[in-house]
């Protein structure tokens, strides 16, 4: 039986993140296949889920460098391990078997809106020394291979499209009325689901809420999502000082159990970013059923496809008019949540992790 490696160094008891998605998805995708695999984590490592041929390895403990480039290379020839996978753009430069690296973006260089010459410079350098010694390099949209093949210059060839695979838990669902009570949402409510990083554009969506209208604004809270409180002190700020704040909700993380009923129940769903790698939470929300309002900007319009209602990011009033649309119009909301469902048929496990598990196969046996 073929034996697979990962670094599940992302995957840490209580936190939520984009990659951590992406692990569990190819994980489940390895089991279903019948494959070995061998998830390499640290102290606060967790896994999520029981799967079948899934065992956790604990690495250990020093600083990160070494055991990136030493410990986990020798686990790795330890395990007779036949291919390594790492979600993150950086891999051991030296392994015992082929190593497939993944690059969802490039927000760790040139961060939008930040000045780091020297930091950007350094950062440039490892990830070309990490992709070129990546038998394969694997990212989330023609978007982000577009950045990666000018960028850290690799070849077209040695980077492979695969959109990040939709849990299957995402899917339409009642809200319940004891969720709502949990987190004090109360339908009909505007929704976006993320951290709250200056890319992802949030105080933006406040002003552009706040001009939407007595009418809209009365009758519609705005549901920020989000499991950290980094940057909230500022968004609360804005909210009372625009004068919604007693209609701008923050309920911190929703639990993955109660997440696709509150996609689900939103009257829209709205991601703002100013730059994403995929944009999972756009095809989250249609999967759940709820109409989606997106940036036009990096790799959103491939996952949105003719789906979601697209506006620049950068233009507040586009986003409030999007948002008046939608919310307006129970018509368009109506097929919109029709188009969504549709659209996320293309995420399934089949189209996305399960062709991570084919390409990591494929690295394996040399063909």
Same mark, same amino acid.
């Given at each position: 039986?073929?034996?697979?490696?990962?670094?599940?160094?992302?995957?840490?008891g209580?936190?939520?993140?984009?990659i951590?998605?992406?692990?569990?998805?190819?994980?489940r995708a390895?089991?279903?296949?019948?494959?070995?695999?061998?998830?390499?984590?640290?102290?606060?490592?967790?896994?999520?889920?029981?799967?079948?041929g899934?065992?956790?390895?604990?690495l250990?403990a020093?600083?990160?460098?070494?055991?990136?480039?030493?410990?986990?290379?020798?686990?790795?020839?330890?395990?007779?391990?036949?291919?390594?996978?790492?979600?993150?753009y950086?891999?051991?430069?030296?392994?015992?078997?082929?190593?497939v690296v993944?690059?969802?973006?490039?927000?760790?260089?040139?961060?939008?809106?930040?000045?780091?010459?020297?930091?950007?410079?350094?950062?440039?350098?490892?990830?070309?020394?990490?992709?070129?010694r990546?038998?394969?390099?694997?990212?989330?949209s023609?978007?982000s291979?577009?950045?990666?093949?000018?960028?850290?210059g690799?070849?077209?060839?040695?980077?492979?499209?695969?959109?990040?695979?939709?849990?299957?838990?995402?899917?339409?669902?009642?809200?319940?009325? &004891?969720?709502?009570?949990?987190?004090g949402i109360?339908?009909?409510?505007?929704?976006?689901?993320?951290?709250?990083?200056?890319?992802?554009?949030?105080?933006?969506?406040?002003e552009a809420?706040?001009?939407?209208?007595?009418?809209?604004?009365?009758?519609?809270?705005?549901?920020?999502?989000?499991?950290?409180r980094?940057?909230?002190?500022d968004?609360?700020?804005?909210?009372?000082?625009?004068?919604?704040?007693?209609r701008?909700?923050?309920?911190?993380?929703?639990?993955d159990?109660?997440?696709?009923a509150?996609?689900?129940?939103a009257?829209?769903?709205?991601?703002?970013s100013?730059?994403?790698?995929?944009?999972?939470p756009?095809?989250?929300?249609?999967?759940c059923?709820?109409?989606?309002?997106?940036?036009?900007?990096?790799?959103?319009?491939?996952?949105?496809?003719? &789906?979601?209602?697209?506006?620049?990011?950068?233009?507040?009033?586009?986003?409030?008019?999007a948002?008046?649309?939608?919310?307006?119009?129970?018509?368009?909301?109506?097929r919109?949540?029709?188009?969504?469902?549709a659209?996320?048929?293309?995420f399934?496990?089949?189209?996305?992790?399960?062709?991570?598990?084919?390409?990591?196969?494929?690295?394996?046996?040399?063909r």
């Amino acid at each position: 039986m073929m034996r697979i490696g990962v670094d599940g160094r992302e995957l840490a008891g209580g936190v939520r993140s984009g990659i951590g998605r992406y692990l569990v998805e190819v994980l489940r995708a390895a089991a279903r296949d019948g494959l070995e695999c061998l998830v390499y984590g640290d102290g606060r490592t967790a896994l999520p889920v029981t799967l079948p041929g899934v065992s956790l390895r604990r690495l250990d403990a020093g600083p990160t460098l070494w055991v990136d480039q030493v410990g986990l290379p020798r686990c790795l020839a330890r395990d007779r391990i036949a291919v390594f996978l790492s979600p993150y753009y950086k891999g051991p430069v030296w392994a015992p078997c082929p190593v497939v690296v993944t690059v969802h973006d490039l927000m760790f260089i040139g961060y939008p809106g930040s000045r780091r010459p020297l930091y950007d410079l350094v950062m440039t350098g490892l990830a070309r020394v990490y992709a070129g010694r990546a038998s394969t390099v694997i990212t989330d949209s023609e978007y982000s291979k577009r950045s990666i093949v000018t960028t850290l210059g690799v070849s077209d060839a040695k980077v492979t499209v695969i959109p990040v695979a939709l849990g299957a838990e995402f899917k339409p669902e009642p809200l319940a009325d &004891a969720v709502m009570v949990r987190y004090g949402i109360v339908p009909p409510y505007v929704l976006y689901v993320g951290n709250f990083l200056p890319h992802k554009n949030v105080p933006r969506l406040i002003e552009a809420y706040s001009g939407l209208g007595r009418e809209l604004t009365d009758t519609h809270q705005l549901v920020l999502a989000g499991g950290k409180r980094e940057h909230r002190n500022d968004l609360e700020r804005l909210a009372v000082r625009l004068s919604v704040a007693g209609r701008v909700l923050f309920p911190g993380l929703i639990d993955d159990a109660h997440l696709p009923a509150v996609y689900g129940g939103a009257a829209l769903f709205v991601l703002p970013s100013l730059e994403e790698g995929f944009g999972l939470p756009v095809a989250e929300a249609m999967a759940c059923g709820a109409p989606v309002a997106a940036s036009n900007r990096a790799a959103i319009p491939e996952v949105a496809g003719d &789906a979601a209602l697209l506006f620049d990011p950068e233009n507040v009033s586009a986003i409030a008019e999007a948002m008046t649309r939608v919310l307006s119009q129970p018509e368009l909301s109506a097929r919109m949540r029709r188009q969504g469902l549709a659209r996320a048929g293309a995420f399934t496990l089949e189209r996305t992790a399960g062709r991570v598990v084919a390409l990591l196969r494929e690295v394996a046996t040399g063909r």
